[in-house]
């Protein structure tokens, strides 16, 4: 069971954002308000993968709008990057959460392989129409995804490494893994936590 059957073989962004609100690749549609799908220019250079939704996204329908989106933008601006140069998206397109009572900010759970697997093709085809010539990788969930079950974003973050074939890029194209913006405001030392991510994103400049 995944994604693969809901994703159309021809078109761009727009066609897949289309086809991904009705999928039923995995069993997080049921509890999700809405597919929350990729944004940025269909040509742009630097593709952002996130983990999944949070519960600001789910709600609005858009990557990254939420806490840890306020504290992407702050970063990227650090770091000299644009982010309406970008296209922004999550590895996981459905928010998986535990409930909370009412008016409260829903948890968010970590997806299982299952889940990742089942989405990994929304991701393939975003890169195989945005071709890339530079990738960002935002924590264990989004790295897992793309680089694998044993690759860990503590040890690897910063270094510039090559994009795995599944997903197409630009001849010669760069990878950057580094922590997700949620892990700086779980951090005890914040500071540090975003100065660190800064500092990865630099890698791209």
Not at 23 to 32: I, Q, S, T
Not at 53 to 71: I, K, N, S, T, Y
Request: neutral net charge; charged residues 30%.
């Amino acid at each position: 069971m995944t994604a693969q059957e809901y994703v159309p073989e021809r078109g761009g962004i727009e066609d897949l954002r289309r086809a991904s609100k009705g999928c039923h690749g995995c069993n997080l549609y049921r509890d999700a308000t809405q597919t929350v799908f990729g944004e940025g220019p269909g040509d742009a250079r630097i593709l952002v993968v996130g983990e999944q939704p949070g519960d600001a996204e789910d709600r609005r329908g858009a990557p990254f709008v939420g806490p840890a989106g306020r504290v992407l933008d702050r970063a990227l601006d650090a770091a000299g990057l644009d982010r309406s140069r970008m296209y922004v998206t999550n590895a996981v397109k459905h928010f998986k959460h535990r409930p909370a009572a009412e008016g409260k900010r829903r948890i968010h759970q970590t997806p299982d392989r299952t889940e990742i697997v089942a989405c990994r093709p929304w991701l393939v085809a975003e890169f195989a129409r945005i071709r890339p010539a530079q990738v960002v990788v935002l924590g264990a969930t989004a790295a897992k995804a793309m680089l694998g079950a044993d690759f860990r974003v503590t040890k690897e973050h910063g270094r510039r490494l090559a994009v795995p074939e599944e997903f197409a890029a630009a001849d010669g194209a760069v990878l950057v893994a580094t922590i997700h913006p949620s892990a700086v405001l779980r951090a005890e030392d914040r500071e540090s936590a975003f100065n660190g991510l800064v500092e990865d994103l630099r890698a791209l400049t």
